[in-house]
């Protein structure tokens, strides 16, 4: 295609905002230049005023298939994610059936992919109670790191694991250098029997019955075992301000520990939360309106350095629209499409500007995935993986600009700013204006 330069006032480069051209050959980004030094045999994208931010990577994605393709699939989250301007994936080892737990599920898993993607991928292995023996064949066949769940994860192929379990399988984590993302909570916090005759119609039986307690116990533990057996230890969807001061010291004492919270606690707040509405389910819950603003302070303090969606759709029936009860709901909330918008209203009224959205929604996840020698920066030798993104546009979520297979979501109704233009992956446009472009070209990125 020979060489581009895409022109813009404002690109988003690792040395902040500002006027720049970025050179692209190929399917790689040659270097970020001054508008003035453009080549005169480059052709020229001009986007103006719109910016310019590297292609968003989520590293939280449930896609589902194979085996519960009914759910979410390869060609539907990853329509969902190029349309919310991103270009890389991490796929989660459950709700799919196998559960990516060994090399086999991960070939099946590959088989699946084939042809699906609208934009790059890669893939988590799952630690389950037994399986320490797939660990490291699962590193030698490309996953990413790890997955695993100190509360049960509402899928019976993807087992919890106790202190017991983790203690086995850590060594072999650790051989990896890759990190673990284990989503903190313990069972003994949460209220199971004891409320079952509670009226789960109600947002506050859900919220009381997973206490910030739950949460804050779990990474105690998990820092524990960090310092006992030296992995990467990553917390998944942080959803309490109230672990931040505990996992700052522990960075301060240098363990190798990563956070990660969502759009839905970033955004929603308990308070607003009516009876029955149960799309607004996810574990752990939103919770109040001052712990939305402890985690804002815990990701202006750096303790928290990803945003991720947590993309978790299920079919309408299993939200249970008409009856609303909280306590058979299904759990997740699916945002890729319109994640960006939702963190960039949020951010830009607490004077964050978009060199932080970059860091927590590209830079930071990428670096956590392992990819990050190739996404999560416009800088020379990079994917050409852009953003094209209207920033001060704002738009109201409907149900048609989800993507997704089933367009259920807190956000549908809100009036948000920022919009995605266009999308590119290596160098390529896949999303535009509403419309995806050509035929899927994303490859899976392995370790
Ligand atoms: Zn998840």
Redesign the pocket.
Known sequence: MGLRAFLSRRVVTPEGLRPAAVLVEDEKIRAVVTPAEVPSAATLEDFGGLALLPGLVDS?V?INEPGRAEWEGFRSATEAAAAGGYTMLVD?PLNCIPATTNVSALEAKRNAAQGQCRIDWGAWGGVVPGNHEDILPLAQAGVLGYKCFLVPSGIEEFRMVTEQDLRAALPYVARTRLPLLV?AELPEFLGGFNMRDDDWSQYSTHLRSRPAEAEVAAIRLMLLLCRDYGFRLHI??LATGLALEMLQSARAAGLAVTVETCPHYLHLEAEQIADRATQYKCAPPIRSHPNREHLWQGLKDGVIEIIVT?H?PCPEFMKQPGEGNFRDAWG?IASLSVALPVIWTEAKQRGFDLTDIARWMSERPAQLAGCHARKGRIAGGYDADFVVFDSDAEFTVTSDRLCQRHPISPYIGETLRGVVKRTYLRGGIVFQDGQFSGSPTGREFRQ
């Open positions: 939280h449930h989660m989503h998944v969807h947590d978790s997740g």
